[in-house]
């Protein structure tokens, strides 16, 4: 008699008539589920073509859904696992899904596949440890995809991400919500494919660094990156950033490092109308600049003390001291030796002119014409 009560708006006086017998009874409810599927599912509420089945402790989806739903609500129940055979009669009209807080843990193979005009989908709020191939039939026409707080733990959800993403081909895709999951790194092939992907939030996802390639595919316009475990942008993110014309980007509460690993992005922040919390960006290294907006620190303050530039420094001042130190041991010498450099001095002095007066000499008697003969006849 449960399935009997399942189906409201049925007359439960003629199928009670017909059912004396006990196999007759079972054939007529089947009847009855078939010509009275218009009916709302028990626990849901119907009102012109929305069905809404909340927190009802529902573990799976009502399978009697009015043929005609465009907007479906099953939240905060208790169903673990969607598959192909949880619409089983297919919702031709259906075009927004509200699957939030569900504990969903797996979504299995073409799950959605007999929702053809689905537009909206929302995962949220569960925790999605497996995401079926072909999970959207071939050409859906999904524009917005709610993956809010919706997977288990970190060490899976990355891969999972790129299970969804590409479990079938999202060409439609135009709004992505991944925030609040614990992503670290988003695999650089995420967003592949995606071609009308305009809005992503990556909102407090533990993101670390965003990957050479991540943003190439998609004309992004709206890139929610707030509250991750960002410390610098690297040249290469942000030229991508920059061959996106019309594109914002959130990028306020992570940890960023005010030294030299932020020569590039700082100019950047500070004549580019990309980032729109430019103003609200502060640093959390060095020490000295914690909590200082990164607008108002000046390119001279970026400074590494740990690396290369560092240390050629240092090794100048070192050259620097070495050549001074070896200067004054040489004028010590010089000085400690000033008898023998005088008498040296006064030696060489001695000789230059012995040899002066030589060629002085040598000068004199070749410049007599007679005595310059007698030197050539000599030579013959
Ligand atoms: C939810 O479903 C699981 C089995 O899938 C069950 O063990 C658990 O008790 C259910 N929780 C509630 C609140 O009904
Ligand atoms: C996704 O769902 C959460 C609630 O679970 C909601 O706060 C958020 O606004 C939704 N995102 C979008 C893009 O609709
Ligand atoms: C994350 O999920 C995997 C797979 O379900 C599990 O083995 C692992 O213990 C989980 N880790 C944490 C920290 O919950
Ligand atoms: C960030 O996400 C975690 C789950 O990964 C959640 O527990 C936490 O409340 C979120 N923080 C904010 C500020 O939304
Ligand atoms: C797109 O992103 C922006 C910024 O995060 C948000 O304000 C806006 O509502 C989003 N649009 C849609 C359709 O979700
Ligand atoms: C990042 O990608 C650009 C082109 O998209 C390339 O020129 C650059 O060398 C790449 N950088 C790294 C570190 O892979
Ligand atoms: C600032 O941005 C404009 C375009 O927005 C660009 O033409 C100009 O060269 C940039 N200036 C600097 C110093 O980067
Ligand atoms: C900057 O932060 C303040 C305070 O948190 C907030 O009210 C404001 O909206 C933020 N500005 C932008 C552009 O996000």
Redesign the pocket.
Known sequence: MRALSTSHGCSRAEIREGAQKFGMMHLLVLLAVVLCCQGCPERCLCSSQTVKCQNQDLDEIPSSLPANTKILFVTGNNISRVGVDSFPTGLEMLTDLYLSGNELESVGAMAFDRLPNLVRLDLSDNHI?TFGERAFPEDNKLQLLNLSRSF??H??SADVVRSVLQSGKLLALKVLDLSHNDLVILPDDAFRGLANLVNVSLQNSSIISIQNGTLTAPPLRDLDLRDNSLRYLPAATLAEFSLKAGLRVWLAGNPWRCDCFAEEMLPWLKNSSQAVDAQNLTCAEPGALRRQPLLQVEPSQLKCSGDMEGVLETSYVFLGLVLALIGVIFLLVLYLNRKGIKRWMYNIRDACRDHMEGYHYRYEINSDPRLANLSINSDV
């Open positions: 440890q288990h733990n060490s899976s």
